[in-house]
């Protein structure tokens, strides 16, 4: 393990700072356990930290935080089964190499690929799709280190309680050092990306979602421009984007001159009407086949804050017509995109999908703009139809909300009170969300 040492922590976008009273980079999960049972002889808590992607506090580390860089072993790849074990703090984007050069793949995935395995596990991330689910839904085994300091293993046949609740746990119930996942075999990925008007897609909403196997799009705010986005599998042969066509879509078009509008916007936020109209018609059609990975993830460079709230399936299209209808009524200027995506119901007690099919509507701020009547403003209308708000985005609810819309909740509290009564694992986000 490193040297202890103090250091001051922030998360990507800027929005969470912590200084916590000691920062190591355990290597071993024997030296997580050590660090544990040093933080309960110290009275300290204890937080792991992943890539810093999550919006919320979920990775802030008051008492002692550790690194995730010292565990990035990948311990075991059963090709023929499909399971891999990898330690927890492995980059997304170095198992899909990993993946890769073994024929294997995860089935689904969100929009980028820079957080650690188990920060985007604990927070529930996941990709949208009509068959496949999140993250959540594609792990077989979990190793955690318990407050106690001791080291157990959960899956569907050992503890299963434990593994239903810890898939989507917040770190709140221990700390992941590795996870097994049931991967499928390596395939490619069909993307057909076009613009369309607001009108068609609300109307074919339905239709797309049942017709395609992933289906999401995004919405211009202030115009009728979206850009809808299908992706379905296929036998090939692979046909990726050129490079060139790759830079100026993906890098130049996407991030470089975003971020540009993005501080024009800041400056003069009355601009970002006009200027989501052009935005709107910039990115033309295109159409491609690649590795799954590829197409199901892209850069990000441009920073920014972001709320998402998953509500049911059958009241998306309602809170999409009520959520237009707020930009009439508020004075909202507002310059990026707001996705909208669509997932099976999954079985972890926590994950936002949890016993329903699910739609996601996500809104989202450059990093330097306020965000707050924005936010909270979608946050009451999404609320209202039983919203659950994604763990790694911001949103102001507390326990008394959440245990009304999961039904689990109660259940993982409860497992939480026998697992870490002294709440060593706790931190303001998860006293505010499991309500201590």
Same mark, same amino acid.
């Given at each position: 393990?490193?040297?202890?040492?103090?250091?001051? $922590?922030?998360?990507?976008?800027?929005?969470?700072? /912590? @200084?916590?009273?000691?920062?190591?980079?355990?290597?071993?999960?024997?030296?997580?356990?050590?660090?544990?049972?040093?933080?309960?002889?110290?009275?300290?808590?204890?937080?792991? !930290?992943?890539?810093?992607?999550?919006?919320? *506090?979920? /990775?802030?580390?008051?008492?002692?935080?550790?690194?995730?860089?010292?565990?990035?072993?990948?311990?075991?790849?059963?090709? &023929?089964?499909?399971?891999?074990?990898?330690?927890?703090?492995?980059?997304?984007?170095?198992?899909?190499?990993?993946?890769?050069?073994?024929?294997?793949?995860?089935?689904?995935?969100?929009?980028?690929?820079?957080?650690?395995?188990?920060?985007?596990?604990?927070?529930?991330?996941?990709?949208?799709? %009509?068959?496949?689910?999140?993250?959540?839904?594609?792990?077989?085994?979990?190793?955690?280190?318990?407050?106690?300091?001791?080291?157990?293993?959960?899956?569907?046949?050992?503890?299963?309680?434990?593994?239903?609740?810890?898939?989507?746990?917040?770190?709140?119930?221990?700390?992941?050092?590795?996870?097994?996942?049931?991967?499928?075999?390596?395939?490619?990925? %069909? &993307?057909?990306?076009?613009?369309?008007? $607001?009108?068609?897609?609300?109307?074919?909403?339905?239709?797309?979602?049942?017709?395609?196997?992933?289906?999401?799009?995004?919405?211009?705010?202030?115009?009728?421009?979206? @850009?809808?986005?299908?992706?379905?599998?296929?036998?090939?042969?692979?046909?990726?984007?050129?490079?060139?066509?790759? $830079?100026?879509?993906?890098?130049?078009?996407?991030?470089?001159?975003?971020?540009?509008?993005?501080?024009?916007?800041?400056?003069?936020?009355?601009?970002?009407?006009?200027?989501?109209?052009?935005?709107?018609? /910039?990115?033309?059609?295109?159409?491609?086949?690649?590795?799954?990975?590829?197409?199901? !993830? @892209?850069?990000?460079?441009?920073?920014?804050?972001?709320?998402?709230?998953?509500?049911?399936?059958?009241?998306?299209?309602?809170?999409?017509?009520?959520?237009?209808?707020?930009?009439?009524?508020?004075?909202?200027?507002? @310059?990026?995109?707001?996705?909208?995506?669509?997932?099976?119901?999954?079985?972890?007690?926590?994950?936002?999908?949890? #016993? %329903?099919?699910?739609?996601?509507?996500?809104?989202?701020?450059?990093?330097?703009?306020?965000?707050?009547?924005?936010?909270? #403003?979608?946050?009451?209308?999404? !609320?209202?139809?039983? *919203?659950?708000?994604?763990?790694?985005?911001?949103? !102001?609810?507390?326990?008394?909300?959440?245990?009304?819309?999961?039904?689990?909740?109660?259940?993982?509290?409860?497992?939480?009170?026998?697992?870490?009564?002294?709440?060593?694992?706790?931190?303001?986000?998860?006293?505010?969300?499991?309500?201590?």
């Amino acid at each position: 393990m490193s040297p202890a040492s103090t250091e001051n $922590w922030r998360n990507w976008a800027g929005n969470q700072h /912590a @200084s916590p009273r000691r920062a190591t980079t355990p290597r071993t999960t024997a030296e997580v356990a050590e660090a544990v049972r040093a933080a309960a002889d110290d009275g300290l808590t204890v937080r792991m !930290t992943g890539t810093g992607h999550s919006f919320t *506090g979920a /990775a802030v580390a008051e008492g002692v935080l550790l690194r995730p860089g010292g565990l990035t072993a990948v311990r075991s790849v059963d090709t &023929a089964g499909g399971l891999v074990t990898v330690e927890a703090g492995l980059p997304l984007h170095r198992l899909n190499a990993v993946l890769a050069d073994h024929g294997l793949a995860l089935a689904n995935m969100g929009d980028i690929q820079e957080q650690t395995v188990a920060g985007a596990l604990q927070t529930a991330t996941h990709g949208t799709g %009509r068959d496949a689910a999140g993250l959540a839904s594609q792990v077989a085994a979990l190793e955690l280190v318990l407050a106690d300091g001791s080291v157990v293993t959960c899956s569907r046949d050992e503890r299963p309680d434990l593994f239903d609740a810890a898939r989507a746990g917040l770190g709140a119930l221990g700390i992941v050092t590795a996870i097994t996942w049931r991967t499928v075999p390596a395939f490619l990925l %069909r &993307a057909e990306e076009a613009p369309m008007r $607001w009108d068609e897609v609300v109307a074919r909403i339905d239709e797309f979602d049942a017709a395609n196997e992933h289906f999401e799009f995004y919405w211009f705010p202030h115009t009728e421009g979206c @850009s809808t986005k299908r992706n379905n599998r296929t036998e090939g042969p692979a046909a990726p984007l050129s490079p060139v066509k790759y $830079w100026l879509d993906d890098k130049f078009l996407s991030n470089t001159v975003f971020g540009w509008i993005n501080r024009v916007t800041h400056r003069v936020p009355a601009a970002a009407p006009a200027i989501n109209k052009v935005s709107a018609k /910039a990115l033309g059609a295109r159409t491609y086949t690649d590795t799954s990975y590829k197409v199901f !993830t @892209s850069p990000r460079t441009v920073r920014f804050k972001e709320q998402e709230y998953a509500i049911p399936r059958e009241q998306l299209v309602p809170a999409l017509k009520e959520l237009r209808a707020l930009f009439d009524r508020r004075d909202w200027r507002i @310059s990026f995109p707001i996705e909208v995506r669509m997932l099976p119901e999954e079985d972890a007690w926590l994950s936002m999908a949890h #016993g %329903r099919r699910s739609a996601f509507i996500a809104v989202h701020v450059y990093n330097r703009d306020p965000h707050e009547d924005y936010f909270g #403003g979608v946050e009451d209308l999404l !609320t209202a139809m039983g *919203g659950r708000p994604h763990w790694g985005k911001l949103h !102001t609810r507390d326990a008394a909300y959440l245990e009304t819309v999961y039904p689990r909740f109660g259940d993982f509290r409860a497992l939480r009170d026998e697992l870490d009564p002294d709440r060593r694992f706790a931190n303001p986000y998860t006293r505010r969300v499991f309500g201590d």
